[in-house]
């Protein structure tokens, strides 16, 4: 057991954790970052479709304030997207000055033809769903990858210590005061405990909630579970997005790029049905109308060949496009479907995707608690509302990133090292001992597998009360049954059957609070549609819900809606 001290620990390695990182370590501060996972196999990785900023002359930011205000059905807390939409391109641009490598304008022979009026050379835009101009920058279809290892070269030149493959068990709090973490070397299986006068979290969200997902096995809202067991609220837990695209039947993502492409999405009976749904936008309806419409042909019995999937079809975009705007989404068809958009659709249907609940924080992602910062997926700055825009969330991991690193680092300015309570490293052994010695009838699989089946099936895209209550019962019943689980013990180096049975009581306490708050939102907005309540009732919903551990309960409370410019109206696309 060693105690290391730094003025920042940063849990998190993403991309929300690594620019917080950079910027506080500009700013002076002694920043080191634990992370579960090598910083480039973090989720952000995945990302594929782009990033969103106003860059273009002929765009404005009142455009993309209010497409992201729409998006969000108006829970979206207004200052806060102004500021993130207002620092996107200077955040690109930074990007770009980091060595991220955009696609540019007038690259490839597939474009060659374009009208380029004057903007060859400068970074290209794609259209992304719910927006009223081509304002997504990417690379390629793998636009994550590449900002996350352009990211990460600057950590090392920034010289941050990176705690890599280091499993964060808890937050250390005495007298409403962060004071640290500790975390499990998961190369010894030995615990630590980190001192530190900022904790920021940067955990990502919480995917692994539901059976089907386009989440890494890895995004398990350890970062909520840890605040929230320490009485920190967690805010709009109900707002879970269901990406329209995920491939069958993995659930894999097909980027929204596709669409942005003009990929049409095709019924069993060789429908365009969003004309029925979205007539205006057709496929680059927002991600939850889409989901929804996807969903609903489904159980309509209209899907293909009468299975539970529609067609993505991408065959007149030509092969030279595909190749060089999405050779990814054509790789992942093939090694995960056996299908080659160039010749076949590729088979689709909705997968759970993000998380726009999380720890609430203000514009600089300071919490509640003293000391406790957060940004990225495990936060709730409230940019997203009831539903984000495609694009809007990398954008969000460098926004906010950045400013709650150079937060954190005013923050330890002056500030003593809090005090731990006694023992506590000590304590946190015993508990990991004793999981590692525990010799139930119960299965850590078997428990995660159920969870999130039930999750899924409902509370999932369409949600009642009756099937919202079933599954809220047997997640607190799992909860009990995991007091009896199994684990073979072994060598403490690489316990990964440790690290999956600590990540379940990270689901499974997430999992309950969606349920918890999903049941008690009696109206539908955004992601969260109700069908025993299928109108938006801004009289009595236009608030954020926040909901608070209390011993064994869970508390509900509200906050209300930052509304400056524009005041709620109908959505329709
Ligand atoms: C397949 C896919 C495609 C996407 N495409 C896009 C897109 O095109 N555009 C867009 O805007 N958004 C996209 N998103 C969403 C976006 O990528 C994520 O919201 C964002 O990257 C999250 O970044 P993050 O830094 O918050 O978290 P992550 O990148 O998920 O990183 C979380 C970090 O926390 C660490 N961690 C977690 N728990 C612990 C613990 N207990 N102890 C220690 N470390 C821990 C992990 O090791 C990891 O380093 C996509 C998401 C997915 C899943």
């Known amino acids: 057991m060693t105690v290391f001290t730094h003025d920042v620990v940063i849990v998190g390695a993403g991309l929300a954790g690594m620019r917080a990182a950079i910027e506080a370590s500009r700013q002076g501060a002694d920043v080191a970052i634990v992370s579960k996972l090598h910083p480039v196999r973090s989720h952000s990785v995945a990302a594929q479709g782009g ?17 992201t205000v729409k998006g969000s059905d108006y829970l979206g807390d207004q200052d806060r997207i102004e500021v993130l939409i207002a620092e996107a391109p200077m955040n690109i641009y930074e990007l770009e000055h980091m060595g991220a490598a955009f696609s540019m304008v007038g690259e490839g022979e597939a474009l060659a033809q374009r009208h380029f009026e004057g903007r060859l050379g400068t970074i290209d835009q794609r259209p992304f769903g719910g927006q009223n101009f081509p304002r997504t920058c990417f690379i390629q279809d793998r636009t994550g990858q590449a900002l996350l290892h352009t990211m990460y070269e600057n950590l090392l030149r920034q010289g941050v210590m990176v705690y890599e493959e280091y499993y964060t068990t808890r937050l250390v709090v005495k007298d409403g005061v962060v004071g640290g973490v500790v975390a499990l070397d998961q190369r010894t299986g030995e615990l630590h405990l980190f001192r530190a006068k900022a904790v920021l979290l940067a955990t990502g969200g919480y995917g692994r909630v539901f059976s089907v997902t386009s989440n890494a096995m890895d995004v398990t ?10 009485g920190v609220p967690l805010e709009d837990m109900e707002f879970v997005q269901f990406h329209p695209t995920g491939l069958y039947p993995t659930g894999i993502l097909v980027t929204e790029g596709a669409r942005g492409e003009g990929a049409y999405i095709v019924n069993g009976k060789g429908e365009r049905f969003m004309s029925r749904y979205a ?3 057709m496929e680059l309806a927002p991600r939850d109308v889409v989901a929804r419409a996807i969903q609903t042909e ?11 999937y529609v067609d993505l079809d991408l065959r007149h975009l030509g092969c030279a496009k595909i190749q060089e705007r999405l050779p990814q989404i054509r790789e992942l068809g093939i090694n995960f479907a056996a299908v080659d958009c ?15 609940g999380g720890v609430p924080t203000d514009v600089n992602g300071a919490s509640t608690l003293k000391g406790l910062f957060a940004a990225g997926e495990c936060s709730c700055i409230s940019v997203h509302g009831a539903n984000r825009l495609g694009g809007n969330s990398l954008l969000e991991t460098v926004v906010f990133g950045r400013r709650a690193g150079m937060a954190a680092a005013a923050f330890v300015k002056g500030t003593a090292l809090p005090e731990v309570p006694a023992g506590v490293l000590e304590t946190e052994k015993k508990r990991i001992g004793a999981l590692l010695d525990a010799r139930g009838p119960e299965s850590v699989p078997r428990i995660r597998e159920e969870l999130q089946t039930v999750m899924f099936d409902k509370v999932g895209i369409y949600r009642t009360e009756g099937p919202m209550k079933e599954a809220l019962a047997k997640a607190r019943e799992l909860k009990k049954r995991y007091k009896d689980i199994h684990l073979s013990g072994g060598s403490l180096v690489f316990n990964t059957e440790l690290i999956e049975a600590l990540e379940l009581q990270s689901l499974l306490e997430v999992a309950e609070v969606i ?10 907005r955004g992601s969260h549609f109700r069908r025993d309540f299928p109108k938006r009732d801004d009289q009595n919903w236009l608030k954020h819900t926040l909901a608070r551990r209390k011993g064994d309960d869970i508390v509900l409370d509200y906050k209300p809606v930052a509304i400056t410019k524009y005041p709620p109206q109908e959505r329709k696309y």
């Open 221 to 230: 809202g350890d970062g909520m579970a840890m605040a929230f067991r320490e």
């Open 51 to 67: 990033i969103n900023a106003v860059i273009n002359p002929e765009d404005t930011i009142k455009d993309h304030e209010f497409d």
């Open 279 to 281: 007539a205006g936008k």
């Open 342 to 356: 160039l010749t076949q659709p590729l088979p689709i249907r909705p997968t759970a995707h993000y998380s726009m």
């Open 515 to 524: 349920a918890l708050c999903a049941i008690n939102r009696t109206e539908s």
């Open 298 to 308: 489904i159980e309509e019995g209209r899907g293909v060949k009468g299975r539970p």
